[in-house]
C-alpha cells in the first residue's frame, strides 16, 4: 500500500460547481497536511495547510483533515475557470524532518 | 519562482552523457530537494539536503549523485543518462524554524534523454 493515495481524475466540473478533492494516506505519524496547486508547466505552489485534525477555510478553498479515518480533502467553492491545475496533497511527520510525501495529484478542469 | 531558480528550463542530451542541473536560492533555507516528476508516478524524491555538504538519498536516487558546498546551491548530477531519466525534475527548498513549512519550488527542468 501506497503511503499516500489520490484519485488523479481527470475531474471535469462546470464554472461555478463545488469541487471536492481527497487523499487517504496509511502512516498515522503524518502530522502537518499540505495542498499545493500546480499549473501546466510550472512548479507546485503551497495553497494551504493544517496540523492534526480539523477544518481551514481561505476565501473559496476549504481543508479538512480527518486523522482518525487518515483521510484529507479540498474542497473549492464557486470553482473558476482559474482553478484549473493539477492538486497534489503532501504530508509529513512531526519533528524535524520536513520531507514531505506527496500524492499523485488530481487534474482538474473547471469549464466556463 | 521568487527566490529559487533552476538551471537550465530546458536540455536535450544523449544518453551515456554526463548532465549537471542547478538549483539556486536565495533564501539561506536549510533544506533543499531534487524532485522529478512522471506521469503516472507524481512526485518521487532523488535527494535532499540538510545543510552544506550534509546530503541524502530519497526513494530513486539511482544514477543520480548531489552536491552541496555553499548554502544557495544544490546540484544534481546523472552520471550517464539514460532514457529512463527523461523527466521534469523539480528543486525545493524549505526553511527550519521550527513550526510548518511548506515546499516552495523552482520553474523545473524539463530533461530528454535520445
Given at each position: 500500500q501506497k503511503e499516500v493515495e489520490q484519485d488523479p481524475g481527470p475531474l471535469s466540473v462546470p464554472e461555478g460547481a463545488i469541487v471536492s478533492l481527497n487523499c487517504t494516506y496509511s502512516?498515522?505519524?503524518?502530522q502537518y497536511f499540505m495542498w499545493y496547486r500546480q499549473y501546466s508547466r510550472k512548479g507546485p505552489e503551497l495553497l494551504m495547510y493544517t496540523y492534526s485534525s480539523g477544518n481551514k477555510e481561505d476565501g473559496r478553498f476549504t481543508a479538512q483533515v480527518d486523522k482518525s479515518s487518515k483521510y484529507i480533502s479540498l474542497f473549492i467553492r464557486?470553482?473558476?475557470?482559474?482553478?484549473s491545475a493539477t492538486y497534489l496533497c503532501a504530508m509529513r511527520s512531526g519533528g524535524s524532518n520536513y520531507k514531505l510525501t506527496f500524492g499523485k495529484g488530481t487534474l482538474l478542469t473547471v469549464n466556463p | 519562482d521568487a527566490g529559487i531558480t533552476q538551471s537550465p528550463r530546458h536540455k536535450v542530451t544523449e544518453t551515456g552523457t554526463p548532465v549537471t542541473l542547478r538549483c539556486h536560492q536565495?533564501?539561506?533555507?536549510?533544506y533543499m530537494y531534487w524532485y522529478r516528476q512522471d506521469p503516472g508516478h507524481g512526485l518521487r524524491l532523488i535527494h535532499y539536503s540538510y545543510g552544506v555538504k550534509d546530503t541524502d538519498k530519497g526513494e530513486?536516487?539511482?544514477?543520480y549523485s548531489v552536491s552541496r558546498s555553499k548554502t544557495e546551491d544544490f546540484l544534481l548530477t546523472l552520471e550517464s543518462a539514460t532514457s529512463s531519466q527523461t523527466s521534469v525534475y523539480f528543486c525545493a527548498i524549505s526553511g527550519d524554524r521550527g513550526r510548518i513549512n511548506g515546499y516552495t519550488f523552482g520553474s523545473g527542468t524539463r530533461l530528454t534523454v535520445v
Open positions: 502512516n498515522s505519524a503524518f464557486d470553482s473558476q475557470p482559474s482553478d | 536565495t533564501e539561506n533555507h536549510r530513486v536516487s539511482d544514477g
